[in-house]
């Protein structure tokens, strides 16, 4: 009986008996040919820790508790772990599927390349690989993965040399730190976080097999794309580990049954925080400590394994989103931008920068733009940037009793050689206010016009000047870039381009009583070794005085108490400032707690669009709502758990007394209206000091019949008048009473003229105490409404007041407005407790 061996010849055995000494032939002549380069890549193996600096490594960012965020990279997805964190099975399963003789071979597993060798020869070129471990780590480290024979026989006599210089933990440890899994994952603890998401050292058996499937075929076998395909392949790895004896029959078993467990990671997808993770790169990447070009930087960014730890909060993080998205639900709803700092640190602890980083197509352009840091341009900030016009009028005298005309509209001159003689400038919604009011009523109602008569007089009649006091306090306060700002006038009605982050900056430096700490949201970056590259430690500055910035809390207070920012008024000590841009195109709020301070925008990404009915759906997109919405919910959650700080005085505040014209804001002179005067505190270093340039004028006398002589003198002089005295003897008055006075109480006369006091010389004994229960009225005539009546309430009477003129008429006649001309019962008279008392003074018009 014969058998048949065709198609195979003689000729065909013989030439396939050849083939082994053909191969030796051609390996020598390669070799030898290979030598320059082989000489230089030995070079590359002098030490063990030659190859794994070179590679690519991701680099991690952190949150606050240390929790990974997010991974960056190139192309390569790596994290470099040590062989202790490299769990048994993983081990075990690679070595059964790629190497089952790595043990006992010295880099080249002669059976395996000599049958592959033949394979090779017959077809020309690489069609099976053959490689050993250690081969393979050469491979994708140092040789690449060209397919041609020469290639391979340097792999080959490098594979060799390297099993010389380190042990077989070593090359398995630098194996699984560089071969490829899949989907961009270099390296075991990639793989293991791209598949699982949990860190190589929590690998299951299963989890370990189908992992060790994947680097014959990462993509043929990829768990995510072929699942029927990396099972069959994760179930031959369990049967070599099995046949190796790394398993048990019964482990084969029970892993061979369960389901593939996948848990993709989202790191190349979504994760949390991403307009902030932004914002760290960009940070970086601007940073010359970490290299000299940006190019430099950026490698160094998505290859160097570095460790970014962060400040974020994630917690408030999510209430900051939620905050947002609650308030702006619909995809017609204005953009918001939100960003949260600790003023005592200036770390971040939230930004809020757009919808969805992550959103893709036409529908969202502006997905990747971070209005949380302005976008390209930043934004109008409206009238959240009045308190530094506010700080800047109290550091130069301003008190906030000063009072101004508030009219719905005023032209400001502007100096010669402006573009416009005036600069006009209006109130919200053409808003008036009777009479004067306070700097502080003008803040807490945000009056444009006040505040444009502020940027004046700060500059003494020329707003230019007074612009540059309110920039070089905004720019003391908060980080904005140098030539950010620019010094026009409209700037106190904040027409300068500003974001979130740089304006809750500024703000912070008036919650912590005027100290400047620079916003910051890196804690400290390490290498992939752990050393440290960097750390801030930020240094805070006293930029502000202290009393100052207290004196602009308390006023702050008042917007969100009883102002234009009751909307977000969360119940605790609290301060802030709304903002709207001209045609409603941007609205802010920026408010604080001692612990937190917290800026929000609303507007569109696109451009200058005005946010009224019918394009939003409220009638205008105003500071105080929507923005002020948001700041409450988000505001309302982060301080949950932080206890309610008041705003503390400072200690050691130094203040000093100035009676001042407060309509003016000068040291008042003697011919001072008495009702424009007001003795007021002022924080030491700055009162004022210009005394002011009043003319005499026509005023009514004040009555002091009855008052004590220094009373009388002190109330005559301050309405700008001179006092003489003599004296009349009497036993039924007290002893240095005023008894008379010349001109008599309610004569108008120039301010000047002097008044003849009458006072009582008593050389008998002490007059009679005032009745049980009865008190001295005060004398209050010719004094300002307002100021008698306080006096009255002080000496604990009730008090009626009744307006009434003078004399008629009383545009010639001399009646000054709101003076008080008569009092009932008179001055100086005796009165029950808690009686009232009934004073008449001039209508205010």
């Given at each position: 009986m014969s058998v048949l061996v065709a198609p195979y010849t003689r000729r065909t055995l013989n030439a396939r008996r050849a083939l082994p000494?053909?191969?030796?032939?051609?390996?020598?002549?390669?070799?030898?040919?290979?030598?320059?380069?082989?000489?230089?890549?030995?070079?590359?193996?002098?030490?063990?820790?030659?190859?794994?600096?070179?590679?690519?490594?991701?680099?991690?960012?952190?949150?606050?508790?240390?929790?990974?965020?997010?991974?960056?990279?190139?192309?390569?997805?790596r994290t470099i772990i040590p062989f202790y964190r490299m769990p048994l099975v993983i081990r075990n399963a690679v070595v059964s599927i790629e190497d089952a003789r790595f043990y006992d071979h010295h880099g080249v597993d002669a059976k395996a390349l000599f049958r592959a060798a033949i394979e090779n020869l017959r077809s020309g070129h690489i069609v099976q690989g053959g490689s050993t471990i250690t081969e393979q780590l050469v491979k994708n480290t140092?040789?690449?993965?060209?397919?041609?024979?020469?290639?391979?026989?340097?792999?080959?006599?490098?594979?060799?040399?390297?099993?010389?210089?380190?042990?077989?933990?070593?090359?398995?440890?630098?194996?699984?730190?560089?071969?490829?899994?899949?989907?961009?994952?270099?390296?075991?603890?990639?793989?293991?976080?791209?598949?699982?998401?949990?860190?190589?050292?929590?690998?299951?058996?299963?989890?370990?097999?189908?992992?060790?499937?994947?680097?014959?075929?990462?993509?043929?076998?990829?768990?995510?794309?072929h699942p029927d395909a990396a099972r069959v392949r994760r179930d031959i790895v369990l049967s070599k580990m099995r046949d190796q004896a790394y398993i048990s029959p019964e482990a084969y078993a029970a892993a061979a049954s369960s389901p593939l467990g996948l848990h993709i990671s989202k790191d190349a997808a979504t994760y949390p925080a991403a307009y902030f993770v932004e914002y760290v790169k960009q940070w970086f990447l601007s940073q010359p400590r970490f290299g000299k070009t940006r190019d430099i930087r950026r490698e160094r960014l998505l290859e160097g394994g570095l460790r970014i730890y962060t400040t974020i909060d994630l917690g408030l993080q999510k209430a900051a989103e939620n905050a947002v998205n609650d308030v702006l639900l619909y995809k017609t709803d204005p953009y918001g931008a939100l960003t949260a700092i600790d003023p005592?640190?200036?770390?971040?602890?939230?930004?809020?920068?757009?919808?969805?980083?992550?959103?893709?197509?036409?529908?969202?352009?502006?997905?990747?733009?971070?209005?949380?840091?302005?976008?390209?341009?930043?934004?109008?900030?409206?009238?959240?940037?009045?308190?530094?016009?506010?700080?800047?009028?109290?550091?130069?005298?301003?008190?906030?009793?000063?009072?101004?005309?508030?009219?719905?509209?005023?032209?400001?001159?502007?100096?010669?050689?402006?573009?416009?003689?005036?600069?006009?400038?209006?109130?919200?919604?053409?808003?008036?206010?009777?009479?004067?009011?306070?700097?502080?009523?003008?803040?807490?109602?945000?009056?444009?016009?006040?505040?444009?008569?502020?940027?004046?007089?700060?500059?003494?009649?020329?707003?230019?000047?007074?612009?540059?006091?309110?920039?070089?306090?905004?720019?003391?306060?908060?980080?904005?870039?140098?030539?950010?700002?620019?010094?026009?006038?409209?700037?106190?009605?904040?027409?300068?381009?500003?974001?979130t982050l740089w304006m809750a900056s500024a703000y912070g430096t008036l919650a912590t009583m005027g100290k400047k700490v620079a916003p910051t949201a890196v804690v400290k970056i390490t290498d992939a070794t752990g050393h440290l590259i960097y750390q801030p430690h930020p240094q805070p500055q006293q930029v502000l005085n202290p009393g100052v910035a207290w004196e602009a809390d308390q006023i702050l207070q008042k917007v969100i108490s009883q102002g234009t920012g009751t909307a977000a008024n969360i119940g605790r000590p609290e301060a802030g400032k709304t903002g709207t841009g001209q045609q409603w195109r941007n609205a802010w709020f920026v408010g604080f707690v001692p612990q937190l301070v917290t800026a929000v925008w609303v507007g569109f990404p696109q451009g200058e669009i005005d946010m009224v009915y019918p394009r939003v759906r409220i009638s205008h997109v105003l500071g105080g709502t929507w923005p002020a919405q948001i700041w409450h919910d988000f505001m309302l959650k982060a301080t949950a758990k932080l206890p309610p700080i008041a705003f503390p005085q400072p200690p050691n505040i130094q203040y000093v007394y100035v009676t001042v014209d407060i309509t003016h804001g000068c040291v008042a002179s003697q011919f001072t209206p008495p009702a424009n005067r007001r003795t007021l505190p002022f924080v030491k270093g700055t009162e004022p000091t210009k005394l002011c340039d009043d003319k005499p004028q026509n005023v009514v006398i004040p009555?002091?019949?009855?008052?004590?002589?220094?009373?009388?003198?002190?109330?005559?002089?301050?309405?700008?008048?001179?006092?003489?005295?003599?004296?009349?003897?009497?036993?039924?008055?007290?002893?240095?009473?005023?008894?008379?006075?010349?001109?008599?109480?309610?004569?108008?006369?120039?301010?000047?003229?002097?008044?003849?006091?009458?006072?009582?010389?008593?050389?008998?004994?002490?007059?009679?105490?005032?009745?049980?229960?009865?008190?001295?009225?005060?004398?209050?005539?010719?004094?300002?409404?307002?100021?008698?009546?306080?006096?009255?309430?002080?000496?604990?009477?009730?008090?009626?007041?009744?307006?009434?003129?003078?004399?008629?008429?009383?545009?010639?006649?001399?009646?000054?407005?709101?003076?008080?001309w008569a009092e009932s019962p008179a001055g100086g008279s005796y009165a029950p407790d808690n009686a009232t008392i009934t004073i008449t003074y001039n209508p205010p018009h």
């Open positions: 000494a053909i191969a030796g032939l051609v390996a020598f002549s390669l070799v030898a040919t290979a030598c320059g380069s082989l000489s230089k890549q030995l070079q590359q193996l002098r030490s063990e820790k030659a190859i794994l600096p070179t590679l690519q490594q991701t680099s991690l960012i952190f949150d606050d508790h240390g929790r990974p965020i997010t991974a960056l990279h190139y192309i390569q997805n140092i040789t690449g993965d060209d397919r041609t024979i020469s290639r391979k026989l340097r792999e080959a006599v490098l594979a060799y040399e390297l099993e010389s210089r380190l042990t077989k933990s070593q090359i398995l440890r630098d194996y699984l730190n560089t071969v490829y899994f899949g989907q961009g994952a270099y390296g075991i603890q990639a793989a293991a976080r791209t598949f699982f998401s949990r860190q190589a050292t929590q690998l299951s058996l299963p989890q370990a097999a189908t992992l060790a499937g994947l680097i014959a075929s990462p993509s043929s076998f990829d768990p995510a794309y005592t640190t200036g770390a971040i602890r939230a930004m809020v920068g757009g919808r969805d980083f992550f959103a893709t197509g036409k529908s969202s352009p502006f997905a990747k733009v971070n209005l949380a840091t302005g976008g390209t341009t930043g934004r109008p900030a409206g009238s959240a940037f009045k308190p530094f016009a506010l700080v800047a009028a109290l550091e130069n005298g301003f008190s906030p009793q000063q009072v101004y005309p508030a009219p719905p509209h005023i032209d400001i001159p502007l100096p010669p050689g402006s573009p416009t003689p005036v600069w006009p400038v209006d109130n919200y919604d053409g808003e008036s206010f009777k009479g004067t009011i306070t700097i502080e009523q003008g803040t807490i109602s945000s009056v444009n016009t006040v505040y444009a008569q502020i940027v004046r007089d700060l500059g003494a009649g020329n707003p230019n000047v007074g612009a540059q006091k309110i920039i070089d306090a905004a720019y003391r306060m908060g980080p904005f870039p140098k030539g950010s700002l620019q010094p026009f006038p409209s700037a106190v009605l904040g027409t300068n381009p500003v974001n009555s002091v019949v009855g008052l004590k002589v220094a009373d009388a003198k002190t109330l005559l002089q301050s309405s700008g008048f001179k006092v003489a005295t003599k004296e009349q003897k009497t036993d039924t008055v007290p002893n240095g009473t005023v008894l008379a006075q010349d001109p008599t109480a309610g004569t108008i006369a120039l301010q000047g003229t002097t008044v003849t006091l009458t006072v009582a010389k008593s050389s008998g004994p002490t007059p009679t105490p005032p009745p049980p229960g009865k008190k001295r009225v005060p004398n209050v005539v010719g004094m300002d409404v307002k100021a008698a009546a306080n006096l009255i309430l002080q000496a604990g009477f009730a008090v009626f007041e009744q307006a009434q003129w003078s004399c008629r008429p009383h545009k010639t006649c001399g009646a000054k407005p709101n003076q008080v």
